[in-house]
């Protein structure tokens, strides 16, 4: 016998209408408090599902990309926490580097050059912290599985760690290497970037035709190169010409003098040179571009800097010294103006290479740097993202092209305050890199000693610490490695996983945008490191745009807010509009999406309460079910193999559509009508039940909460509620309900016809109708139509009944039509309306002319001429006599 304190409870729970508000608060705390989705390990690395989940950026509030997202990671591991036991959901937060510097500095109204660096880093902890719990309130509001005993922050003690021992790794491998370089800078930042941390951004700018002078016995006095950047012109080292550019052959070996600023440089013979662009004639400056740097270290030229790392001018721009780039470019082109080396000047648009942080033009500056060696492991890299399921699979072919196209090894260092120190010192007298040993672990060189009193190499007594950091990709890289506990063992010499059960991981879920950050990374780190690729598969979400589709952007101000969003709306539907875009596609935001979702709840929950009146609370299953209660099981089982498919391909749109037509459809509208004429049927009860306690687990991934509260009040044993969860029960499996489907599906159309035919004619559901004739199959479901309709005398026809198909109307495509027959239009509707046309061969004869098919669409109907009224489905003919 149940405890009566909890039917008391179930009761309560299913009175009146659903409350959303008290029911998500209370089970997302519950949840946590209970710690519900803990991963608690697994000894066998088959019954172990890990997701290596996205550590989001510390530089804001949850957005709308964050709640797709997050949500989708959910319904992953919600499923397989059903599905195959033992799941690790964890959670990090990216707070090192660049964007968590920029929100400090942001949030508080300050510059990190206005304090000592122990400092703002404490500033940047404590405004990091800030956010962090905010987000965490917020992703505990989703109602997310997140196992919150397993969380990390790329800042702390132990990714710190971690991260510095995958440098010291890299380096002993040969696979790091620090060199003075040109490097791609950002002069907001102040600080060197790696190529992926750039986009182009379109500009506004003007090209600019200069005029440099030639010098001695030269052939002629001048040549025209076009820039779009004078203000490079200080930095002249060189101008090249492609040595099949017949025009301009007489000008390779003679020198030239820069204008304005009068030193000489030489003319050189290079194939590079792009002939289509400007005057075909390129002046070389250090450093514009990459072409710059190919150039500058091909043919060993000399450096000259005019732009320092605040993107200001230096010294050698002479009266140009202390001006920003734009106020260099403006004076400088004004002075070859009015000294006559300006021929031409023109407006133009053009890619620039920004900094995806800021949108900051982008310099190239030579300076000492650690990078990770990439370039020569890019088919290796290739190889190990084919190995992987894609989920879209056309994703694939992003990661792929980002591979081919990269130019630079991975720069690692910047030179910012924040972030992970490298754990190095450096020879005063040699420059010559001394390591920190393993053991001492994470280091910081700026308070730290080095490992040794004098330099293995020279012997010198005198070390200067690295004051550079990582990079934060260097770390964030590493999230396989730091959930699976990876270390070094002193004991054993070698590293070692706390969880190897979870390496490689089973799924990587992220977005689109930053393949070619986070994804590319952790494939490099983790395959240097172990020989594997991390993860088995990888679910690419696309983004969020606007109700028009397009990118939300605060200066566009068609930024959704979730925190607006998850006030107004049940987290539930908001969950049920996440599932609605198929994996990897970007889809708008709209409000009626997740209105579909509130009434969806509002249908699981009255059709809940229904079945607890109808069904007893746990029915023996009877030794013969009856042809509809097996059918609807057997439908069932079709839709849980389905779904179980959907969802092991991370296809939650088809899955959600499924179960909701379903559910929806079949269960809600036709068999529970049906059921409320069977009460007394244990054939029915006991359908209805498992049916139902099915349709709840198969909700559960979706609708966490109302599923939750349904389970708890109706199903959870004497002593359990609240206690056990249904979200870690078992995902349900087919039954092996064997059944003729089509029958039964033609069955419910027949119901649904007849209760469509009453309805039309205001005549209660339990009139009686005398006879009805059914063209269609419905062997064995006779009975059900029979009792549930009130049919005195039910006919399954062999043959159709006579039916005549008579064109109902034409209906023209007036914009071809219109242009193609002109005031002919009036006479071609005249013709219709009057009945004067003809219909052969996709052809309309009409008016004396003659109409292809692409012009008009013919509507058809169906009649029936015999006695009674004809009703028809997608199945079946109905003829209703009453």
Sequence with gaps: MDDPEHEDAREAALEGEYNPTEVEAKWQERWVEAETYAYEGAADPNTAYAIDTPPPTVSGSLHMGHLYGHTLQDFAARFQRMANGEVLFPFGYDDNGIASERLTEEDLDIRHQEYERREFQRLCREVCAEYEAEFTEQMQGLGTSIDWSHTYKTIEPRVQRISQLSFLDLYEKGREYRKNAPAIWCPECETAISQVETEDDERDAHFNDIAFELTGNAPREEFVISTTRPELIPACVSVFIHPDDDANQDLIGETARVPIFGHEVPIIADDRVDTEKGSGVVMCCTFGDRNDIEWYQAHDLPLRVAIDETATMTDLAGDYEGLSTAEARTEIVEDLESEGHLRDRREIVHAVGVHERCDTPVEYRVSKQWYVEILDHKQEYLDAGAEMEWYPEKMFSRYRHWIEGLEWDWLISRQRDSGIPFPVWYCTDCDHPVMAEREDLPVDPLSDEPPVDACPKCGGESFEPEEDVFDTWATSSLTPLINAGWDWDEESGEFRMEHPELYPFDLRPQGHDIISFWLFHT??????????????????????????????????????????????????????????????????YQDQDIVAGEKLIRKLWNASKLVDDLAPADPDEPEELEAIDRWLLAELDAAVADLTDHLESYEFAKARNRLRTFFWNTFCDDYLEIAKTREDSASTGYALRRAHRTFLTLWAPFLPHVTEEIWQALYASEGELAETSLHTGEWPSPQGYDADLAAGETAMEVVSALRRYKSERQLPLNADLERVAVYGPIEGFEGVIRDVMHVSELEALEDPPEITTEVAAIDLDYSKVGPEYGSKVGEIDAGIESGEYEVRDGTLRVAGEELGSELFEVERERTYSGDGEMVETESAVVVVSE
């Design 523 to 588: 494939i490099v780190k983790c395959y240097e490191h172990t020989g594997e690729v991390p993860f088995d598969a990888t679910m690419i979400n696309g983004h969020v745009l606007d109700e028009n589709r397009e990118k939300m952007s605060k200066s566009e101000g068609n930024v959704v807010d979730p925190a607006e969003v998850m006030d107004e709306y049940p987290i539930d539907a908001i969950r049920f509009w996440a599932a609605s875009a198929a994996v990897g596609d970007d889809f708008p």
